[in-house]
């Protein structure tokens, strides 16, 4: 054997009861699993520690990322081996050489990653999708990666500026185009087909997607090549989980319906939780059993955690964004000689006056003025704060008026301070919704966007709170049992997007491996790093309690740290066990 794992708690990633035993590795391989005996190049000692299958992250934004970046971290330090990126309908393949300052103000404004880093970190050695891959293909990393063939570059592609466009109809040659072009990515080993259909994606410049009202002749059209393919998935995300409207949200359901009818293959979508229409999930959800009952392969992807901002002086966003006077400051300074503007008695009394002006509603009021659902991120993050932590109920225990508490708040650790604003998934104050997403028999463990949000959102740790928290239980006292949510994030993932050679620990499955002491698993607060090109920063959290990481049976993390070894690979399309 190259590796043997001894003594370890083994969640085999099937679903089947947990046991003890040992595995042995073979050419990057599984080779036994039970009682195995040496020799070994190496043997691991895992008494202690559960060992599962290396987690599969179907939703992530690494497009522009695996450009420079062989780590591929905040996913790879969280237990992940393998990942599927160019969700959500966006990406930078196929692209012309005159789109590209489009596509990365797309990027830019629809997953928060700063345009300086893209400028400067893509490489660009590419047009079509298969040029894509190709280029990918050239290139080594500490996890395996896939990629869909994301609409909006597509539409762009074929259309020119009509594509940018969300009112703009292609033509039905231009649909033909599109659908052709994906039909060679499939053929080249895209994943399958994704699209955005949410006016939460904007561009850098605040325009809606493309892809925003794209009708049903046009994604029917496009889908048509998975159809003609035999192969490949559909994901996508629509804004029927927000709203009150019951026409809108059924006839996008209508449309999912259709899109999943018309291909006869897997498609999942996002399902969150939204304040303005808390209960609108369930009525999706027994929307999505009538369609699997009608032998319709959907799937809702869900989180095992609040959608939660993470406001910063430091970061992208905080509660006097909207505030013109620092809005002017930010754009002229950062670092030191920010906090020491905000700082000044003058300028925090202004900014606080026009704050006091400021009327949001939805997202904007609560990133704004949502103080009862914003609290300190301490170590290590609490998921699931209580109201009576939040910074209003501090600023009501001190008597103080909670504007100037929270703008003071903003300035410790030397305006590095990180506060927790959860404005998805917690309408109620508790996880008691969240576990019913995520028990729920189609559910898929999804929506991380490990590489997105840099400065804003920080959840490719998801699969760390969903085996850290839920398999010890909520404070509600929801449990869920250890094996099923190693299987959601192991092999029901990458049985969804076609890689039926891992998420198991089973002889011949790619060695694949995470070795983890459950009883240290937790994750703490997020940091502010410059580690992006031309010196961009970005949200980088840890977590506690992975002994190692193995890729392709290749030790890739000890304690959270990387080896440096980069085993993964560009997956091409379906992978047969």
Known sequence: MDLIIKNGEIVDGTGAPKFRGDIGVKNGRIAAVGKVEGPARQTIDADGAIVTPGFVDIHTHYDGQVSWDAMLAPSSINGVTSTAMGNCGVGFAPAKPDKHDFLIRLLEGVEDIPGTALHEGLSWDWESFPDYLDALSRRDYAIDIGAHVPHAPLRTYVMGDRGADHTAEPTAAEIAGMRQLTYEALQAGALGFSTTRTVNHRTRDGANVGTLTASEQELIGIAGALKQAGKGVIQLISDAYLTNDDAFASRELDLIRLLAGHTGGKLSFTVQQNDDAPDRWRKIFEEIVAMREAGLDVSAQVAPRPIGAILSFAASVTPFAACPTYSRITAALDGPALIAELRRPEVRAQILAEHAAVDLTGNGHAITKGYTRMFRMNDPVDYEPTADRSLQAEADRAGRDVDQYVYETLLEENGRRLIYLPFNNYSYGNLDDVYGMMTAPHALYGISDGGAHCGFICDASFPTTTIGLWSKGSK??????????????????????????????????????????????????????????????????????????????????EDGQWTGATPGKLVRGEQRA
């Open 476 to 557: 509600s006292g929801h449990k869920i049992p250890l094996e099923t949510l190693v299987h959601g994030y192991t092999q029901r993932n990458a049985s969804h997007v076609g890689w039926h050679d891992r998420g198991a620990l089973k002889v011949g499955q790619l060695a694949d491996i995470n070795i983890i002491d459950l009883d240290r698993l937790s994750l703490s607060p997020p940091e502010i790093v410059p580690d992006l090109p031309a010196g961009g920063t970005r949200l980088l959290q840890t977590a506690k309690g992975y002994r190692q990481t193995i890729k392709s049976g290749v030790i890739t993390f």
